[in-house]
């Protein structure tokens, strides 16, 4: 008797674990992506994405996030959607770097940040636009994107679509 007892407890304090698990997955209205590799070689990363937009005229798109983190895999997971792949492809060198826990100390490729004027990285992720020029267009609102998960695609879509409405600085133009 008392294992039947024991057994009905167990399962009734894991009902309501597995229904959140269920109702967030079902709740889930975004693609998702896995894009920041731990080891890549972030700096050169970014500098051959910098001298694509030099090329090209373009902006780059610098996404500073984690696999671990569901609004950088959310974010990620909708720029690899048709509507962004075109925008992307018109107006952006996109660049994804890992940035591991920085919340928690175990921060990497934070220089990055601060390369363009940020004191690092406070939530993932971090969305930079950087001119050909290699400004930082965007430093109000690079940090801003910690919630992405949330957002809709049409506000993430406008937003980037704004930022490439400033076109990049270009000295052939």
Same mark, same amino acid.
């Given at each position: 008797m008392r294992s039947i007892a024991v057994r009905f407890l167990l399962a009734s304090l894991a009902l309501p674990a597995l229904a959140s698990c269920a109702t967030s997955d079902m709740a889930q209205s975004h693609p998702e992506a896995r894009a920041y590799v731990a080891g890549r070689d972030a700096s050169a990363d970014l500098n051959a994405g910098l001298a694509r937009a030099q090329l090209t005229g373009k902006n780059v798109l610098l996404v500073m996030g984690a696999n671990w983190c569901h609004d950088s895999r959310a974010l990620a997971g909708w720029l690899e959607t048709p509507r962004f792949t075109a925008l992307l492809a018109d107006r952006y060198e996109v660049v994804y770097v890992n940035v591991g826990m920085p919340q928690t100390s175990d921060g990497h490729n934070e220089d990055i940040a601060r390369r363009f #004027?940020?004191?690092?990285? /406070? #939530? /993932?992720?971090?969305?930079?636009?950087? #001119?050909?020029? #290699?400004? &930082?267009? =965007?430093?109000? /609102?690079a940090q %801003?994107? *910690? =919630?992405? $998960? %949330?957002?809709?695609?049409? $506000?993430?879509?406008? @937003?980037?679509? %704004? &930022?490439? $409405? @400033?076109? $990049?600085? %270009?000295? /052939? *133009?």
């Open positions: #004027g940020l004191d690092g990285i /406070t #939530g /993932t992720p971090a969305v930079l636009v950087i #001119g050909q020029d #290699g400004v &930082l267009r =965007n430093a109000d /609102t %801003s994107w *910690r =919630n992405a $998960a %949330s957002r809709s695609e049409d $506000a993430i879509f406008d @937003e980037l679509a %704004s &930022l490439a $409405a @400033e076109k $990049a600085y %270009s000295p /052939t *133009r």
